[in-house]
């Protein structure tokens, strides 16, 4: 069903009560509202209302066995969702909560099917974006949030990119500014015997490690059953994407000359520098060389490369080690067709 959807600015600091609450009712009464976290926007619904979590997935073309992240604002909001915590659980939740890491949980009979895509567990986080804490707390329920995007593309990153992708579809946007890390929470899954990290994220594996121990990563065993959202194809721009190696600057000027040969409009994203071109076929993003940075304006870039009409993103990979292994996660997804 096709609806009005209203975009509004909220101060990131000192979000507008009125507005929170209106936003709330909209949650209550079963509509959809897209708010900024502090990794990318979420497009929320009220976790313990099965009809109103079920629109997420028409609303983004998500596929319904994809099971979507719990947002709470207290540990008190837990105990409708989980009927154990296990103890490996509480020193993350004290050092990183609230923060960007996921948790996966055994669930309890109050999370429905629509939530977990039919699975036995949840997953749950406290976003520490304080729009998103007002409005959790406006609820008084959990709130359901995958990101805010068309299954498939660049997460949003602005309240705007949510417009362009969910316009029509959703009720409400609150539109809190640019978020602050720009890629999403890390999923790691504590309901099997040894903790594994589902989704590299911007808490990482080094950060986890003194916590946890050993982790299965990512890549191995059955994890691809365990966690959906991995099947998919993801994170893309409408461009294709290739990588080439760190420094490889021969790799891009060969694909550049290559392209434009043909007349293919190309992107490039690199940390090193480019000789000027002076071709229109050829738009540069010098991208920044601190990788926090680098993930704050991945998502964004990739969607403004699609706006001018880049046919070809060619992206230089980055080093895997802090938030750069959640970098290249992303970027392999992007690329794989
Ligand atoms: O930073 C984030 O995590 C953002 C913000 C909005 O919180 N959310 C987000 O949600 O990225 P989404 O739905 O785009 O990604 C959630 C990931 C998916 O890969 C999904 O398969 C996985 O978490 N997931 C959710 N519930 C799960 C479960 N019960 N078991 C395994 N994986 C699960
Ligand atoms: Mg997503």
């Known amino acids: 069903m096709r609806r009005e959807t209203l975009l509004i600015e909220v101060s990131p600091t000192q979000p507008d009560l009125a507005v929170i609450n209106r936003a709330a009712d909209i949650l209550r009464g079963g509509g959809l509202v897209a708010f900024p ?8 619904a009220d976790a313990l209302n099965p009809d109103a979590v079920k629109k997420i997935f028409s609303a983004k073309h998500r596929p319904t066995d994809n099971p979507m992240i719990v947002h709470v604002a207290a540990l008190e909001d837990l105990r409708v969702l989980v009927d154990d915590i296990s103890t490996e659980a509480i020193p993350l939740m004290k050092q990183f909560w609230p923060g960007p890491l996921t948790l996966i949980f055994r669930k309890s009979r109050q999370v429905s099917d629509a939530v977990t ?3 036995e567990t949840v997953a749950v986080r406290m976003p520490r974006n304080i729009i998103a804490l007002a409005l959790i707390r406006a609820l ?4 359901a949030a995958p990101s805010a995007n068309l299954s498939g593309r660049p997460s949003p990153t602005t309240g705007r990119h949510v417009l362009q992708d969910l316009k029509g579809e959703i009720d409400m946007i609150l539109d809190g500014g640019p978020v602050e890390v720009g890629v999403e929470s890390t999923v790691l899954d504590l309901s099997h015997r040894l903790p594994a990290i589902l989704r590299p ?7 986890l490690e003194p916590f946890i121990g050993k982790v299965v990563p990512a890549a191995e065993g059955n994890l691809l059953k365990r966690s959906p959202g991995t099947r998919y194809r993801h994170y893309s721009p409408q461009a294709r994407v290739t990588l080439v190696e760190l420094a490889d600057q021969k790799a891009i000027d060969r694909l550049i000359a290559h392209h434009t040969k043909k ?3 190309v992107g490039i994203l690199s940390r090193q520098p480019q000789s000027l071109h002076s071709n229109i076929d050829v738009v540069v993003r010098s991208m920044p060389q601190d990788l926090k940075v680098y993930a ?3 998502f964004a870039i990739m969607r403004e490369l699609d706006e001018l009409g880049v046919d070809e993103m060619i992206i230089e990979k980055v080093e895997e080690k802090g938030i ?4 290249m996660d992303r970027l392999r997804r992007a690329a794989s067709r």
């Not at 008084?140 to 709130?143: A, R, S």
């Not at 994220?201 to 950060?207: D, F, L, Q």
Request: glycine share 24%; proline share 3%.
């Open 201 to 207: 994220g911007s808490v990482t594996w080094e950060e």
């Open 140 to 143: 008084g329920h959990p709130i």
């Open 296 to 298: 704050m304006q991945m």
């Open 117 to 119: 895509g039919g699975q």
């Open 324 to 327: 750069g292994v959640a970098i």
């Open 263 to 265: 007349g293919i409009k």
């Open 37 to 44: 976290t502090e990794t990318v926007y979420g497009l929320g």
